[in-house]
């Protein structure tokens, strides 16, 4: 690498990394094949600023940032002051109510309003999130050695959060979380999955007149309704960190196909209630002008 002839280089990838992120400091303006983008003006419009990342740090990047406002996540946060929705996905609470008053960022004509209905268009009112309680990985500032097959031994930074019972798992996407409803502890999916099944047979409680034991009791099982990502378990276990029963478990950053199928169910139901909603303000349309005819 010293220009003298006696070394070509051939890390073509590492060069082609770097001079993409020179290329897109201009916004993409600059169409460089070097930067890893093509000479289409539209190719290049549409990939100006966009490096892909993988699944793992996409989920990872969520644990970290708002997903409406993209602004990162305190490393102590305050009651209540992060939240989830319906789809896994995190923000911060004041961000939502921005969104939903539509000031600030999110003023009408001051986002893009079609990546924001994408985004948390299925948030219409506050009570469409709730609150969550991350606890902090003591480990989040370290930089680990990566030692498995797939790290290859190379560093990496440990997830911001881990789960309050099983704290090896962290949130750098290698294990799946979930958070519970009402209580808001976020927790590793394993951990949750183990609690329900422990609680999944009890036996009914003896009547007070048929003089039997708990033990002669029928066995009762619970059976959890699911979507793919939100499942009510209607309190039948509770919290292993605050025993709070556990009414509904919400994956976080589930796989893309739950997400747009949910979305699709979402989206029917906003159409039926406004259909609902359209028809009942018809129907006392009516009744108010038959009542005024009646009174002529």
Not at 222 to 238: F, P
Request: hydrophobic fraction near 35%; aromatic fraction near 4%.
């Amino acid at each position: 690498m010293g220009l003298d002839g006696g070394t070509i280089a051939t890390r073509t990838d590492l060069l082609r990394g770097a001079s993409w992120r020179l290329a897109n400091m201009d916004g993409g303006s600059h169409r460089s094949t070097r930067g890893g983008q093509l000479t289409d003006p539209r190719s290049a419009i549409a990939t100006a600023g966009v490096e892909r990342k993988g699944a793992r740090q996409e989920i990872a990047d969520g644990f970290d940032t708002c997903a409406v406002s993209g602004t990162k996540f305190p490393a102590a946060p305050a009651p209540g002051s992060i939240v989830a929705c319906a789809l896994g996905r995190l923000y911060l609470r004041d961000a939502v109510v921005e969104y939903l008053s539509k000031t600030g960022q999110f003023a009408e004509g001051a986002g893009d309003a079609a990546r924001l209905a994408h985004t948390c268009g299925h948030v219409e009112r506050l009570r469409d999130v709730f609150s969550v309680k991350l606890e902090p990985n003591p480990t989040r500032d370290a930089v680990v050695m990566d030692l498995s097959e797939s790290g290859g031994g190379a560093q990496y930074r440990p997830g911001a959060w881990c789960c309050p019972v099983d704290r090896a798992a962290e949130t750098n996407g290698q294990h799946p979380f979930v958070a519970l409803r009402p209580c808001g502890h976020v927790l590793r999916e394993r951990v949750s999955s183990e609690c329900s099944r422990a609680a999944k047979i009890e036996p009914l409680p003896a009547s007070s007149g048929s003089g039997s034991s708990d033990a002669d009791a029928t066995p009762r099982t619970h059976k959890a309704i699911s979507d793919g990502i939100s499942t009510i378990h209607g309190g039948a276990w509770g919290c292993p960190v605050c025993t709070a029963p556990v009414e509904v478990s919400v994956r976080l950053f589930p796989d893309q196909a739950d997400v747009e199928r949910v979305q699709r169910g979402l989206a029917a139901a906003r159409g039926a209630r406004a259909a609902k909603k359209r028809k009942r303000a018809a129907g006392e349309a009516e009744t108010a002008t038959a009542a005024t005819e009646g009174g002529a």
